[in-house]
């Protein structure tokens, strides 16, 4: 097979169990080249495990990987096309962090330098100062920084734009458009879809363990979800067992219903009841997506 139709990362039957916790559940991935692909899910769903399998810093339980169609066990070969951005970023506090680059610029190797102080000026990092005196969002500019400055074909961002202000995060957005269109592939995680859906050109939704969907955002967007809001009189009962609903959320005075599919339990459900209001709408991505965690994982 050519290279320019291997895929970025390929899973096959991913899993990792730690002990009695099943973290990954036979993951079954393909990511194209020059993707954005959005990796989303809710705390403790498997996203991070699944990066440290592709980064082979931990072990599989069974199945296998590939980034560009190397093993990732076979380390050597596959971190040569790596780039990592962790979301909890330890760094050598006593380094100043343009001598945290340099280090691991001459680890990694190939930095280009007109990038990387481009990318110290367009995040508006001071790279004199030392990592233990950096605020958390700086610190992890630090990290975004390393991860990018070696235009790695394959980027896996865990988390990454934790602890930045919007301004930043548009930039840092920016930054991950600018290199998909280079043809880089990243591998975004992130358990809001507010950080991705503007970025991403597929997302794959996983929730303990277990992939759940994978989709372009076009296709989650036209998924079959309506919105319900409902004004009752007196008090509002909880339509959270009522079959299709899959959210549901008080808003004063009234509730607001996500069904997937017929509609018709909840209607029948509503004749019973004192409805003073009823309004159907399309769902935004964010109740699609929530449509996908279910009512019972709703916080
Ligand atoms: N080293 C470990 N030992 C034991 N259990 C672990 C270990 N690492 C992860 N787990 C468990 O595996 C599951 C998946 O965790 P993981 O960190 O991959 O999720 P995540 O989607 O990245 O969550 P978060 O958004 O909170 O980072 C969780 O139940 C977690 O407690």
């Known amino acids: 097979m050519s290279m320019s139709c291997t895929p970025a990362i390929r899973t096959e039957g991913l899993t990792k169990r730690f002990g009695d916790v099943l973290a990954l559940d036979h993951l079954d991935l393909t990511v194209e080249r020059g993707e954005v692909f959005g990796f989303l899910g809710p705390n403790g769903a498997g996203k991070t495990s699944t990066i440290r399998l592709l980064l082979h810093l931990i072990h599989p339980?069974?199945?296998?990987?590939?980034?560009l169609g190397v093993p990732v066990d076979d380390v050597a070969r596959a971190h040569q096309h790596l780039g990592y951005v962790a979301g909890d970023v330890a760094?050598?506090?006593q380094l100043?962090?343009?001598?945290?680059?340099?280090?691991?610029?001459r680890l990694s190797g190939g930095v280009d330098q007109a990038y990387l102080d481009e990318l110290l000026l367009r995040l508006d990092l001071d790279p004199s100062r030392r990592i233990r005196t950096l605020s958390k969002g700086n610190r992890q500019k630090v990290a975004l920084v390393a991860g990018l400055m070696h235009?790695?074909?394959?980027?896996?961002?865990d988390e990454p734009t934790a602890g930045l202000d919007p301004l930043m995060e548009a930039e840092f957005q920016q930054i991950v458009r600018e290199a998909a269109a280079r043809g880089q592939t990243v591998f975004l995680s992130s358990h809001i879809l507010d950080e991705v859906e503007d970025i991403c050109t597929r997302v794959a939704i996983l929730r303990s363990g277990r992939l759940v969907e994978v989709a372009t955002l076009d296709a989650l967007r036209q998924r079959d979800v309506a919105v319900f809001e409902i004004v009752m009189d007196g008090p509002v009962p909880s339509f959270s067992d009522v079959p299709g609903v899959v959210a549901e959320q008080r808003v004063d005075g009234a509730v607001r219903v996500s069904v997937h599919g017929s509609p018709q339990p909840l209607l029948a459900e509503l004749g019973r009841r004192p409805v003073v209001s009823l309004r159907s709408r399309e769902p935004d991505l964010e109740e699609v997506f929530l449509g996908f965690y279910g009512v019972k994982d709703r916080r």
């Open 61 to 67: 339980s069974a199945g296998r990987a590939w980034v």
């Open 91 to 93: 760094l050598w506090p």
């Open 96 to 105: 100043t962090g343009l001598e945290a680059l340099h280090l691991l610029g």
């Open 151 to 157: 235009r790695p074909d394959v980027l896996l961002l």
